[in-house]
């Protein structure tokens, strides 16, 4: 299941998204907002992130007008790996070596085609382990408070 959320830059991509999502039968969850009446992003960041982080959803789906933002917000949350996403090498690599959690894309930076393709590529994309899991582990340590 995916967690789905914008805000009103992001709103018109995960409408996109949420359409490819239903097309190819992928359960999902919009966390909402549902217009592109301005609202503030953090609050749609943490939701989808906490529900993440909870294991309630396997995937998040963010977008706002850069990505940033909400990628912001919602790798403040423990156990999120938020990427801000533009092309299809990074949709796949964030996938391959960093185990991302959350897809993060920006409405006034991508078109709705590119937006469904880089996530089709993400939920679609395996994490590689080996190396990068070690990586993982460091990233983990920063996380707990621990030195490394």
Request: charged content about 25%; glycine content about 10%; proline content about 1%.
């Amino acid at each position: 299941m995916i967690a789905l959320g914008a805000d009103h830059g992001g709103y018109e991509i995960k409408e996109a998204v949420k359409k490819y999502l239903e097309d190819n039968n992928i359960e999902y969850k919009d966390f909402g907002t549902n217009s592109t009446e301005s609202v503030d992003y953090p609050r749609f960041g943490f939701a989808v992130a906490k529900a993440v982080a909870n294991k309630e959803y396997k995937f998040g789906i963010l977008c706002c007008g850069t990505g940033i933002g909400i990628s912001i917000a919602a790798n403040k949350v423990k156990g999120i790996r938020a990427a801000v996403c533009t092309n299809e090498f990074c949709a796949e690599m964030t996938r391959r070596h960093n185990d991302a959690n959350i897809l993060c894309m920006g409405g006034r930076v991508i078109n709705s085609e590119t937006a469904v393709k880089l996530a089709d590529i993400f939920l679609n994309t395996s994490f590689e382990g080996d190396r990068h899991s070690k990586r993982l582990s460091l990233i983990e340590d920063i996380e707990n408070g621990k030195e490394i």
